[in-house]
C-alpha cells in the first residue's frame, strides 16, 4: 500500500511539479526555521537570561537584538507558511479539477452501453469523492517532504552538538517512520472499505430520489428508508473504524516526540554536570524535540491518507482505463438532403447474453418513412441505437447513402442522424436553451421552425415566458407530452439527415402525433424517418413496414399489405388498437 500511495503522489508531483516545488521550498524553509528558532532560543538562555540572572541587569542593545532575531525569524516563517499553503492548495485543487473533467469526458466519450453496466450513484462519486479521495494526501504531501528536511537536518545538528543527545534523535525518528508504516498497514483496508461504501451509498441515494414518483405513490418510503439505512450504518461503521484507529495512533505521534524531550532532558542533564555541553546546548536541543511534535504529524497525515488516495485513484483509474470505446473515421456522407439507412444482414448482441438481432437486413429509402413494428422484446430500440451507431453490431453493416457508420467521423455522424428515445430527457435549463444547446447556426427563427414541426410551438407560446420558460429538472413543469414535443423539436432544430423516433410520440394525443408525422413528411426537413411505432394511424402513415419478430424481419411492405398477408403483424396490430381503446 505504501508503495502504491507513493507512486500516485509521484503521479502527482510530475503533473504539477512547479506547485509541489513551491510548497517544498516553503515547508523546507519552514523546518529550517524550527530549528535555527530552537538555537536561537537555546542562545538567548544561554547567553542573556543566564547572565541577566548572574548580574541583575540586562543591556539594551542585546534586547534589540533579540527581538530582531525573533522578528526576523518570524517573517520569514510568515512567508514560508504562505508559501507552502499556496503550493499545496492549488496543487490539489487543480488535481482535482483536472481529474473531474477527465473523468466527465470519458464519461461522455464511452457508450450508452457501457453506461448501463454501471450505477448512476456510483458513477456520481467517482466523478467527486473518489478524485477528491484521490488527492487528499496532496494537501499536507509539502509539508511531510519539508518534515523531512528538518529531521534530516536536525539530526545533522544533533550530532554536530553532542552525539549522546544525538542518539535520542537516531532512535525517536526512524520509530516515527516505522509507527506511520504500522499505522499504513491496519489503515489501508479499513479506507478502502470506506470509500466503497460511500459510492453504494450514493448510489443508493441517487436511485431512492430518481424513483421517488413511485415510492411515494405505492407508499414505500419506510421500507426504502429502511433499506437506505442498511447502507449508512455500514459507512457509519466503516468511518468509525477508521476514526478509532486515527483515534490511537494521533496520541502515540503526540508521546513519541515527548519522550524524546524527556530522554534529552534526562541525558543532558547528566552531560551538563561532565561539561560536554552547556545550557545553550542543552535547551537548543530540549526545545527542539519540544516543537517537533507537530511538523512530524504531517508525515503521518500523507500516510494515514494513502489508503484512501490509492482506494480513490484505483476507483477513478477504472473509468479513465474502461474500454469499449466506438473508434470514428473521417469520412463524410457525400450530397446533401434525405439520407438513406441500409441494414445489411445485422446480428447484434448485449455483452455475453444472447442475440437480440439475427440477420436483419431492411433500407429506408431517401425521403421515406419506414416504420419498425413488432412486440415487445422484438429488437426494435436495438435497431434505432444501432442506426445511430450508439453501438455497433456483432456482425454485418449499417450504413448511410452507401458508407458504413465506423467510417464517418464523429461531428459527421453527429449532424447528419439523430435520435429521439423512448424516454424524453429535458435538461434543467430555458425552453430555447433545450432546443438550441448553443449549437452554431441555431437561432430563434430555426427553434420555432423546429417547434412548429413538432406541433409544440402553441403551448411553448402559452407559457409564462414562452421561449425562455425555465422548465426545471428533467422537465418537471411539463407533461409527458410536451416533453416528447420539446425533444422531437430539439432533433429537428439540427436539421437531420436521417431523423430516427424510438417510440418518440407514445405520450402524445394520436391526432396530435398524426398532425406531426405529417408535418415532418410535408415539410421541407429533408429527413428520411425510422420511427418505431405501435399505432395503426401512425404505421398507416409509413411508405414502408418492417414487421419484426424475435429479432428477425419477417416481412416488410406497406401496411396494408401485411395486413392482408402476415396473420402475427395483423394480430399485433390489432391488439395494439384494443389495448388503447380500453
Known amino acids: 500500500m505504501l508503495g502504491r500511495g507513493l507512486r500516485v503522489l509521484g503521479h502527482a508531483i510530475r503533473t504539477e511539479p512547479r506547485l509541489f516545488t513551491i510548497g517544498t ?23 542573556v537570561v543566564v547572565p541577566a540572572f548572574a548580574t541583575h541587569r540586562v543591556g ?48 461522455l466519450a464511452l457508450p450508452p452501453a457501457w ?12 466523478a467527486n469523492s473518489d478524485v477528491e479521495a484521490a488527492w487528499v494526501p496532496i494537501a499536507p504531501l509539502p509539508f511531510a517532504v519539508g518534515t523531512i528536511v528538518m529531521l534530516i537536518a536536525a539530526l545533522i545538528s544533533l550530532f554536530a552538538t553532542d552525539w549522546v543527545l544525538a542518539l535520542v534523535g537516531a532512535t525517536l525518528f526512524p520509530s516515527l517512520f516505522g509507527l506511520n508504516l ?23 441515494a441517487h436511485e431512492s430520489f430518481d424513483g421517488a414518483l413511485v415510492v411515494k405513490t405505492m407508499g414505500r418510503e419506510a421500507d426504502e428508508s429502511r433499506r437506505f439505512a442498511v447502507f449508512v450504518d455500514e459507512l457509519r461503521d466503516s468511518l468509525i473504524a477508521v ?29 551538563l554536570e561532565t561539561g560536554a555541553i552547556g545550557v545553550a546546548d542543552l535547551v537548543s536541543v530540549a526545545f527542539l524535540f519540544t516543537v517537533l511534535a507537530f511538523p512530524v504529524r504531517a508525515i503521518g497525515w500523507v500516510v494515514a491518507e494513502l489508503p484512501r488516495s490509492v482506494a480513490g485513484w484505483d476507483r477513478v483509474q477504472a473509468v479513465l482505463g474502461a474500454e469499449g470505446d466506438l473508434a470514428y473515421g473521417e469520412g463524410a456522407l457525400p450530397g446533401s438532403g434525405p439520407a438513406e439507412l441500409r441494414f445489411d444482414r445485422v446480428t447484434f448482441r448485449y455483452a455475453e447474453g444472447p442475440a437480440v438481432l439475427h440477420d436483419v437486413s431492411f433500407t ?46 464523429l461531428a459527421a455522424l453527429a449532424g447528419a442522424t439523430a435520435l429521439v428515445p423512448q424516454i424524453p430527457f429535458v435538461f434543467d435549463d430555458t425552453v ?36 425562455d420558460t425555465a422548465v426545471g429538472e428533467r422537465g418537471t413543469s411539463l407533461s409527458g407530452g410536451q416533453r416528447q414535443r420539446l425533444t422531437l423539436a430539439r432533433a429537428l432544430a439540427g436539421k437531420p439527415r436521417l431523423l430516427v423516433l424510438d417510440d418518440a410520440t407514445s405520450a402524445v394525443d394520436p391526432r396530435v402525433e398524426a398532425a406531426i408525422l405529417g408535418a415532418l413528411r410535408g415539410s421541407d426537413a429533408e429527413a428520411s424517418i425510422l420511427v418505431v411505432a405501435y399505432r395503426r394511424a401512425t404505421i398507416a402513415l409509413a411508405d414502408e413496414v418492417v414487421y419484426l419478430e424475435r429479432g428477425r424481419v ?20 390489432t391488439a395494439y388498437e384494443k389495448a388503447e381503446k380500453q
Open 60 to 107: 539594551t542593545a542585546q534586547l534589540s537584538l533579540v527581538a530582531a532575531i525573533f522578528l526576523g525569524i518570524s517573517g520569514l516563517r510568515v512567508a514560508s507558511i504562505f508559501g507552502r499553503r499556496l503550493g499545496a492548495g492549488y496543487m490539489q485543487f487543480r488535481l482535482q479539477a483536472r481529474y473531474r473533467s477527465a473523468v466527465t469526458r470519458r464519461y
Open 243 to 271: 476514526g478509532r484507529l486515527r483515534g490511537l495512533f494521533d496520541p502515540l505521534m503526540d508521546m513519541l516526540p515527548s519522550l524524546g524531550t524527556l530522554a534529552v532532558l534526562l541525558l543532558g542533564a547528566w552531560r
Open 182 to 204: 504500522v499505522y499504513s498497514r491496519r489503515m489501508s483496508p479499513r479506507q478502502i472499505r470506506a470509500q466503497r461504501t460511500r459510492a453504494k451509498v450514493s448510489a443508493v
Open 554 to 573: 419477417l416481412a416488410t411492405g406497406t401496411h396494408a399489405e401485411l395486413m392482408a398477408t402476415q396473420d402475427g403483424y395483423r394480430e399485433l396490430v
Open 115 to 126: 453506461h448501463q453496466r454501471h450505477a448512476t450513484g456510483s458513477l456520481l462519486s467517482n
Open 432 to 467: 430555447r436553451g433545450n432546443i438550441a444547446l448553443d449549437r452554431p447556426g441555431i437561432d430563434d427563427d430555426a427553434v420555432r421552425a423546429a417547434l412548429a414541426l413538432a406541433q409544440a410551438d402553441r403551448f411553448v407560446d402559452g407559457l409564462p415566458a414562452g421561449l
Open 25 to 47: 521550498i516553503g515547508s523546507s524553509l519552514f523546518g529550517l526555521l524550527i530549528i535555527a528558532n530552537s538555537y536561537v532560543v537555546g542562545w538567548v538562555i544561554g547567553h
Open 364 to 409: 429506408v429509402p431517401a425521403g421515406r418513412t419506414v416504420a419498425l413494428v413488432g412486440a415487445t422484446g422484438s429488437g426494435k430500440s436495438t435497431i434505432a441505437s444501432l442506426a445511430v451507431r450508439l453501438v455497433d453490431p456483432e456482425s454485418g453493416t449499417v450504413g448511410v447513402d452507401g458508407v458504413k457508420l465506423p467510417d464517418l467521423s
